[in-house]
């Protein structure tokens, strides 16, 4: 069975930093685009970044550009969302998914074919 987990998810205060994971299970993470996406209480899900198999491209929202990082490690199947000097407009669930593509990145929701289920992310003094 193809599955996405994330953990990494917790409070944080303003300034902090978190890393959130994303673990494959029944497939390679090698070969497929990655994305990482959020959405908050009241508002639609929105993309926070994104990699393209073999990490070629990346893209990240101007929202978090500068302060979020996608990375991956074959090894361990699993990729990362390395978010600093966190916000509290950051709160909200966040969502990692995969689609075995070439090599570019895929921006829209619609263009992923594997989702995890989500961890809150919490930035509050």
């Known amino acids: 069975q193809l599955q996405l987990v994330e953990s990494g998810g917790a409070m944080v205060q303003p300034g902090g930093s978190l890393r959130l994971s994303c673990a494959a299970s029944?497939?390679?993470?090698?070969?497929?685009?990655i994305g990482w996406f959020r959405q908050a209480p009241g508002k639609d899900r929105e993309g926070v970044g994104c990699i393209s198999s073999g990490d070629v491209y990346s893209y990240y929202a101007d929202s978090v550009n500068g302060r979020f990082t996608i990375s991956r490690d074959n090894a361990k199947n699993t990729v990362y969302l390395q978010m600093n000097s966190l916000k509290p407009e950051d709160t909200a669930v966040y969502y990692c998914?995969?689609?075995?593509?070439?090599?570019?990145?895929?921006?829209?929701?619609?263009?992923?074919?594997?989702w995890g289920q989500g961890t809150q992310v919490t930035v509050s003094s």
């Open positions: 998914a995969a689609v075995l593509l070439p090599t570019r990145v895929v921006t829209t929701e619609k263009g992923y074919s594997y």
């Open positions: 029944g497939f390679s993470l090698d070969t497929y685009a």
